[in-house]
């Protein structure tokens, strides 16, 4: 470990909608309601009372960074109306981030809306660069001290998301499934959701350099935004459909990335392309709680193929594995961890490692999946905080010896 850099950061990473609880303004709370399948978030992990203790579990693990996000939705529940209490809630989680000792890594918009910009079209719609700038703009002002900023959480599947929601409107896609668990094992999630849409990451794209330089001057953060990269590699004879197909999926957002102060790279297992594109996971006994293909190598494949591509600092957004096994967690982590400290060592810039999750929290539709290095009793809302936990902190207290 003694390859990492003296100011790297070891922490934990969270999105809002998945740990806060009921988000009643945003787009996915109304999709819970009506998709089939679809479990409810509800009262969630009661993150959002519940804060401080998450992040004092963190710092007396010997962790120093937390990511959190910033839910739009509650902060302008309607359009044009901004509630000033929920801004000065978000200020107080990160100034509590500051008293513990540990540095705050910002997520503007982590995959929902609020449902009113949602019936106006979204992201995809005519309105979205007003409707976004104006929410950056008034967060703003709370973001003082902040040295991390991330804009988007992976726009490339977002671009996908999308996409599929427009198939299951027109009726050209079946039942709803989660963008993150393949429930078919047979299938798989490849199978069943669409590639991105260049025409939609490119909206994102306009999105997050609209922000960006804004974002700078204003709080003196260094801004980006994180990709989920998929580790992608070719079968025989299908390199250059490889190179289309990752195009799609990565390429277009890690070059738009190359004006970022850094990139997150967020990473989980390998997935092949055949010559028809992503090819499912098959079924094994290794395969983790979502479907995914046991492969912590991916994590040191994804930060070199990005590093290589977008040519900006990395850091480790999200990682991680979802197993009701705290032993392969930990396991799963060392052989991650192996794999970026090799990358280290080969001169790529890397300036944390943020595991995903702090919480088994809700998977977006699900609550099967567990990825936290906390759980946490849905009843009674008590944290259990696993092995680890502890385990990462120790990683990062010897890195820091």
Same mark, same amino acid.
Request: aromatic share 10%.
């Given at each position: 470990?003694?390859?990492?850099?003296? /100011?790297?950061?070891?922490?934990?990473?969270?999105?809002?909608?998945?740990?806060?609880?009921?988000?009643?303004?945003?787009?996915?709370?109304?999709?819970? $309601?009506?998709?089939? #399948?679809?479990?409810?978030?509800?009262?969630?992990? /009661? +993150?959002?009372?519940?804060?401080?203790?998450?992040?004092? =579990?963190?710092?007396?693990?010997?962790?120093? %960074?937390?990511?959190?996000?910033?839910?739009?939705?509650?902060?302008?529940?309607?359009?044009?109306?901004?509630?000033?209490?929920?801004? $000065?809630?978000?200020?107080?989680?990160?100034?509590?981030?500051?008293?513990?000792?540990?540095?705050?890594?910002?997520?503007? !918009?982590?995959?929902?809306?609020?449902?009113?910009? $949602?019936?106006?079209?979204?992201?995809?719609?005519?309105?979205?660069?007003?409707?976004?700038?104006?929410?950056?703009?008034?967060?703003?002002?709370?973001?003082?001290?902040?040295?991390?900023?991330?804009?988007? !959480?992976?726009? !490339?599947? =977002?671009?996908?998301?999308?996409?599929?929601?427009?198939?299951?409107? +027109?009726?050209?896609?079946?039942?709803?499934?989660?963008?993150?668990?393949?429930?078919?094992?047979?299938?798989?999630?490849?199978?069943?959701?669409?590639?991105?849409?260049?025409?939609?990451?490119?909206?994102?794209?306009?999105?997050?350099?609209?922000?960006? /330089?804004?974002?700078?001057?204003?709080?003196?953060?260094?801004? #980006?935004? +994180?990709?989920?990269?998929?580790?992608?590699?070719? %079968?025989?004879?299908?390199?250059?459909?490889?190179?289309?197909?990752?195009?799609?999926?990565?390429?277009?957002? &890690?070059?738009?990335?190359?004006?970022?102060?850094? =990139?997150?790279?967020?990473?989980? +297992?390998?997935?092949?392309?055949?010559?028809?594109?992503?090819?499912?996971?098959?079924?094994?006994?290794?395969? %983790?709680?979502?479907?995914?293909?046991?492969?912590?190598?991916?994590?040191?494949?994804?930060?070199?193929?990005?590093?290589?591509? $977008?040519?900006?600092?990395?850091?480790?957004?999200? !990682?991680?594995?979802?197993?009701? *096994? *705290?032993?392969?967690?930990?396991?799963? %982590?060392?052989?991650?961890?192996?794999? =970026?400290?090799?990358?280290?060592?080969?001169?790529?810039?890397?300036?944390?490692?943020?595991?995903?999750?702090?919480?088994?929290?809700?998977?977006?539709?699900?609550?099967?999946?567990?990825?936290?290095?906390?759980?946490?009793?849905?009843?009674?809302?008590?944290?259990?905080?696993?092995?680890? &936990?502890?385990?990462?902190?120790?990683?990062?207290?010897?890195?820091?010896?």
């Amino acid at each position: 470990m003694s390859t990492f850099r003296p /100011d790297f950061l070891w922490g934990a990473s969270s999105a809002p909608h998945q740990i806060e609880g009921n988000n009643l303004a945003s787009d996915w709370w109304k999709s819970e $309601a009506m998709m089939p #399948g679809m479990e409810p978030s509800g009262d969630a992990v /009661d +993150s959002y009372h519940r804060y401080r203790e998450d992040m004092q =579990l963190l710092a007396d693990a010997g962790l120093d %960074t937390y990511r959190f996000g910033i839910e739009w939705a509650r902060i302008e529940p309607r359009q044009g109306h901004v509630s000033w209490a929920e801004l $000065a809630h978000y200020r107080r989680m990160i100034d509590t981030a500051f008293e513990l000792g540990l540095t705050p890594v910002i997520t503007l !918009n982590h995959f929902t809306i609020p449902l009113w910009f $949602a019936d106006e079209g979204g992201w995809a719609g005519d309105t979205a660069l007003e409707r976004w700038t104006f929410y950056v703009d008034t967060v703003m002002p709370i973001l003082t001290g902040v040295e991390w900023i991330i804009t988007f !959480n992976e726009p !490339n599947m =977002l671009s996908m998301m999308i996409k599929a929601q427009q198939m299951f409107t +027109s009726g050209d896609m079946g039942d709803w499934v989660s963008p993150t668990v393949e429930d078919e094992p047979d299938s798989g999630r490849a199978a069943m959701l669409p590639d991105p849409d260049p025409v939609i990451g490119r909206r994102f794209i306009e999105l997050h350099r609209a922000v960006r /330089d804004t974002i700078r001057e204003r709080t003196g953060a260094k801004v #980006g935004w +994180s990709i989920a990269c998929l580790a992608l590699t070719a %079968t025989p004879g299908n390199e250059e459909k490889l190179v289309s197909v990752r195009y799609d999926w990565e390429d277009l957002y &890690l070059e738009a990335s190359r004006e970022d102060d850094f =990139l997150g790279v967020q990473a989980y +297992s390998s997935q092949a392309v055949d010559e028809n594109g992503l090819v499912a996971h098959p079924p094994h006994p290794d395969n %983790t709680l979502t479907g995914a293909a046991y492969r912590p190598d991916a994590l040191g494949m994804a930060v070199r193929h990005a590093a290589e591509v $977008a040519g900006v600092p990395i850091l480790v957004t999200e !990682n991680g594995i979802a197993t009701a *096994d *705290d032993t392969r967690r930990i396991a799963y %982590t060392e052989g991650a961890l192996a794999g =970026l400290a090799d990358a280290v060592a080969d001169g790529i810039d890397v300036r944390g490692y943020l595991h995903w999750s702090i919480l088994d929290n809700y998977e977006w539709g699900h609550w099967g999946p567990t990825f936290g290095l906390i759980a946490v009793d849905r009843t009674t809302f008590v944290r259990i905080p696993k092995p680890s &936990l502890y385990w990462l902190g120790q990683r990062a207290g010897a890195h820091r010896q």
